[in-house]
């Protein structure tokens, strides 16, 4: 049969705007071209210049982010990050957003998420070791989500059980902003020799050009330009053929079908096929290399009959990967994709006149200059203004709202909301084993995973990652609220013992053309930015998710942030239960007056008001930095951050069972002096619990470094007592706690 | 030396590895599935978990077809010992080596959980490590776990004594309540009637450090490497 015949669009500005190109981008692409786009060059630049891949938007913010430091070895613009831990290794890592595709399709769009994020980071030579997710969820009295949150954690569990990377970690919240626009964010790290690390460059002129992996088939495109560079409407379904079907057992075998032929020699560059696919990855590894490349498009493989050029190069098949070789060596490398059985095929060569020039049926249906699509690409610094319910929103008079008169009925009440209750129900689904490597697993403060080498060797060395938002702060306050969320999260990982290295993050917004929105993104950026600086965490990855709306409303602002740290031996860190009878429970750390933005607040008097909690990053640093030193010299087994829900939730917390299924309670006295909600369930910062056998040296060593300690009680028992306010049956209350969303999923 | 087969899509193969050789010291190596003879000097088969190719159609039931398979039949056939872990237990009921079949977890929802076992048979050259009725903490991780026999193949299996392990309480009470997935007579591990293959759903070899939660698997594993030994 004959190849049907190309038949196109005519180009014009109104199609133009149809693909989501401003009238001053459209006449930006005349001007380059001198001359009328073809269609698949339309796609091209409406692909590249989406909000998703140019980060038009926050470009001129971001740059001011610390990025470097002396672990650093690659920041932000690849796949991903990577920070040297020593001994010759490095952690890759970098957590990405996929929020619109899981809203329309919960168990695809949640799967390619992971599968996604896999990809950054094997493609620069690491094995990915651990993956996390940040998912938030309208209220689950919504049957909507119910469904979703059912959706999504299948497709997490769907996809990273099967491609045998362990789900280690994460967080999930429910909050009425999101019931028009899930969050689905997911993290991956992997572990690399660190003078191994391949990069996306196609250098080498006349180096074969190799597309790997999966065939190409009409899902997915314009999945970074339409689906998440715009907002949802009432007709959102609609934009179901932009998401993508994933496909795990190809992506486990692509995982190890590069990871050898990394190990070849002959690989010069290679990037994953992700937002844009083709169109993208070639563009940015021409970019890097100041190179061009020529492609034939009918040498792709393809899975559907007569795809166009303009479906081969949009497509966003998932499982797809772009390499670079040496020339005349290019047969190795193909032989290994040959053994795994999967599909690898020179589809071009790298030129030297910086022009992408593709070919499909001989024609030239592309003929780029490769900086301005992709070096180049528009960058805007929208206007900003302060959202004009700021001082509504920050209003609190905190001797207005009635004390709490039943602390018991308020802690029971806190623990039995999905917030604050038990995640196991989504936790248990995920494989948080496979490789062998998992000392603390999801429900700690940070997930523990030992390092070991691509032969299997093990270190002593062990990286905790966590990943944070307080969303609710950031709406209060977007600078304060990502300070807060930086602070969280290397809180988390000093929890385990160790050291915070550095930060990814996942910057979830609405509507950036709004200027109340660009003022929370910019604000937030900032807060990023300084929190960053004084923690000494650079920013080394991360990824921008705009458009987070719905019919005309925004989402909560949601940075979410990733720390990661190195322990440097692992059997001496803490976990976050009480594991022994008898310990001195000491807090570290003052509790203020402060109930601005916390969950007591909202769940007991019905109020989202105030100013989220101060941090004193100073503090923060000291307290780190003592609670490496205490669980370096074993003085301390048991470390817990105390956040949401404040010190009676984190007591609790402690007391439940833990890993090892052992229940221990506590006996508490309080007594500052403030208001006793507060005292138990406010949410100041920079506070962690400690077990210790020694408490005198645990008191001394705190006050050697300026850091407030005090011994507050006792582990041991059945029962959870906090001074006269609460004595409650742990089982009962681990009971409540455990069912908060289970028993809201089981209804009808 | 053990022979750790590798199909495509199998997760837990390395962690064999790693179990078997970095932590109790044996000669451990992986087997490519497209391999039609297994290595020379191999005195037992390892078959990890996994979603070997992918499980789309039915766990298992495309790996049994892999052309290593036809050797380890003729290896078990002959009396070497080999093991099944999940989805390599799987793999043996599809293949014939196991009767039985594994279905749905009784939920529908993928377990990762740690889990007691009692030990219902202690002899080499798979549980000899253990005593009778020994608890055993060893994680499950699954989808599809779900033991299930006619009767008549059950009334057979508990009276030639092939059922291994069975899921229990910390005390060792088999209890409905702690099933975890609806497995026919609460069974988490088999062995054929010449007792040289065993299959089970548990990971062993996710138990055999102390650093990651438990050293119950060594029961299990290191039995094989005693009865491997002396076998030499």
Redesign the interface.
């Known amino acids: 049969m004959k190849a049907a015949a190309l038949v196109e669009p005519i180009v014009d500005h109104q199609l133009a705007r149809e693909h989501g190109l401003s009238d001053e981008e459209w006449q930006r692409i005349l001007d380059i071209l001198g001359r009328t786009p073809t269609f698949s060059e339309l796609g091209i630049f409406s692909v590249m210049w989406s909000e998703h891949c140019s980060y038009k938007s926050s470009r001129v913010h971001l740059k001011n982010l610390p990025t470097t430091g002396e672990h650093v070895l690659v920041g932000p613009g690849e796949g991903a990050g990577a920070v040297a831990i020593g001994d010759g290794l490095a952690v890759i890592f970098k957590i990405e957003s996929h929020n619109h595709p899981s809203f329309i399709a919960p168990t695809q769009g949640a799967a390619t998420g992971v599968g996604g994020i896999l990809r950054d980071i094997f493609s620069m030579g690491a094995r990915p070791i651990a993956s996390m997710d940040s998912i938030r969820f309208g209220p689950l009295d919504d049957p909507k989500h119910r469904r979703l949150l059912e959706g999504v954690v299948r497709g997490i569990g769907g996809y990273g059980n099967s491609v045998g990377v362990p789900t280690v970690g994460g967080e999930t919240s429910f909050h009425e902003c999101y019931r028009g626009n899930i969050l689905v964010n997911a993290f991956n790290l992997g572990i690399v020799e660190a003078d191994s690390i391949f990069l996306g460059l196609a250098t080498g002129i006349g180096n074969p050009v190799i597309y790997a992996g999966s065939k190409t088939g009409r899902d997915g495109i314009h999945g970074a330009s339409l689906l998440a560079s715009a907002e949802f409407d009432a007709d959102s379904e609609a934009k179901l053929p932009t998401v993508q079907v994933g496909d795990p057992f190809t992506e486990k075998c692509l995982i190890e079908a590069c990871l050898e032929a990394m190990r070849t020699g002959v690989i010069v560059g290679i990037q994953d096929m992700g937002a844009a696919g083709l169109t993208c990855s070639s563009f940015e590894m021409a970019s890097r290399a100041e190179s061009g490349i020529e492609m034939d498009l009918d040498r792709v493989p393809q899975r559907a009959a007569n795809l166009s050029p303009y479906e081969l190069l949009l497509s966003e098949s998932q499982e797809r990967m772009l390499l670079v070789t040496r020339a005349g060596e290019e047969q190795r490398v193909l032989d290994i994709f040959e053994r795994w059985d999967l599909d690898a095929v020179v589809v071009g060569r790298v030129t030297g006149d910086g022009r992408m020039k593709v070919r499909w049926h001989g024609e030239t249906v592309v003929d780029i200059p490769v900086d301005p699509v992709a070096a180049n690409a528009p960058m805007y610094d929208r206007k900003q203004s302060v959202p004009a319910d700021l001082a509504a929103r920050q209003k609190l008079d905190l001797a207005s709202i009635e004390v709490e008169s039943d602390p018991q009925a308020a802690l029971e009440a806190l623990l039995d909301s999905p917030n604050l209750g038990s995640k196991a129900w989504i936790w248990r689904q995920y494989d948080s084993l496979v490789l062998a490597n998992t000392v603390i697993g999801p429900g700690g403060d940070a997930a523990l995973i030992r390092v070991k080498r691509e032969d299997g060797t093990p270190t002593q060395k062990a990286v905790a990652m966590s990943v944070d938002c307080n969303p609710r702060w950031c709406w209060l306050d977007p600078r304060a609220g990502t300070i807060a969320a930086v602070a969280e999260s290397a809180r988390n990982v000093a929890c385990t013992g160790a050291r915070p290295l550095a930060l990814t993050n996942c910057l979830n917004f609405g509507n950036p053309e709004k200027p109340e929105i660009m003022w929370e993104l910019a604000e937030s950026i900032r807060g990023l930015g300084e929190a960053a600086e004084a923690l000494g965490t650079p920013v080394i990855s991360g990824n921008v998710s705009l458009y987070n709306e719905t019919s005309g409303r925004a989402i909560f602002p949601t940075p979410t942030i990733a720390a990661v740290g190195l322990l440097e031996d692992v059997e001496r860190h803490a976990v976050s239960h009480f594991e022994e009878a008898g310990l001195a429970i000491v807090l570290l750390g003052d509790t203020r007056e402060e109930l601005g933005g916390s969950e007591w607040l909202h769940l007991r008097r019905g109020l989202e008001a105030g100013l989220p909690p101060s941090v004193d990053l100073a503090h923060e640093l000291r307290l780190q930095r003592l609670l490496a030193d205490l669980i370096a010299t074993a003085l301390v087994r048991t470390a817990h951050d105390v956040s949401n829900g404040g010190l009676a939730i984190a007591l609790a917390e402690c007391s439940f069972s833990g890993p090892a299924g052992v229940r221990i309670g506590a006996r508490v006295e309080l007594g500052d002096g403030i208001r006793i909600d507060a005292l138990l369930f406010g949410e100041s910062t920079g506070r962690v619990l400690v077990a210790t056998g020694n408490a005198d040296a645990v008191l001394e060593r705190a006050r050697a470094v300026d850091v407030p300690a005090r011994r507050i009680g006792t582990t041991g028992g059945p029962r959870l007592v906090i001074g006269p306010w609460i004595d409650a049956e742990l089982a009962s209350l681990e009971t409540i706690w455990a069912r908060a969303i289970p028993r809201r999923l089981e209804q009808a | 030396m053990f022979a750790v087969l590798q199909f495509?899509?199998?997760?837990?193969d390395?962690?064999m590895?790693?179990?078997m050789?970095?932590v109790l010291g044996a000669d451990a190596r992986l087997v490519w599935h497209?391999d039609a003879a297994l290595p020379v000097g191999t005195q037992s088969v390892l078959l990890p978990?996994?979603?070997s190719?992918?499980?789309?159609l039915r766990c298992g039931a495309m790996a049994r077809f892999s052309p290593i398979m036809a050797a380890v039949k003729r290896f078990a056939e002959a009396g070497g010992p080999v093991l099944g872990t999940c989805n390599g237990f799987q793999v043996l009921c599809e293949a014939g080596l196991l009767p039985g079949a594994l279905l749905c977890n009784r939920d529908l929802?993928?377990?990762?959980?740690?889990t007691h076992l009692r030990v219902e048979r202690a002899t080499a050259p798979f549980t000899s490590r253990a005593t009778r009725g020994q608890v055993l903490q060893i994680?499950i991780?699954h989808?599809e776990g779900r033991y299930h026999l006619t009767a008549d193949q059950l009334e057979r299996l508990e009276a030639n004594q092939q059922v291994m392990l069975r899921y229990c309480t910390?005390d060792g009470d088999v209890t409905d309540a702690v099933n975890p997935n609806g497995s026919v007579a609460s069974i988490a591990g088999v062995c054929n009637e010449a007792g040289n293959v065993m299959g089970l759903m548990p990971?062993p070899?996710?138990a055999v450090?102390a650093?990651?939660?438990s050293l119950d698997g060594r029961a299990i594993l290191g039995s094989l490497i005693d009865f491997v030994g002396h076998a030499r």
Do not use: M
């Open positions: 495509p899509g199998s997760n837990d390395r962690d590895v790693f179990a050789k970095s497209k978990g996994g979603f190719y992918g499980d789309y929802a993928f377990i990762c959980a740690p994680p991780k989808g910390p990971h070899e996710h450090e650093l990651t939660g």
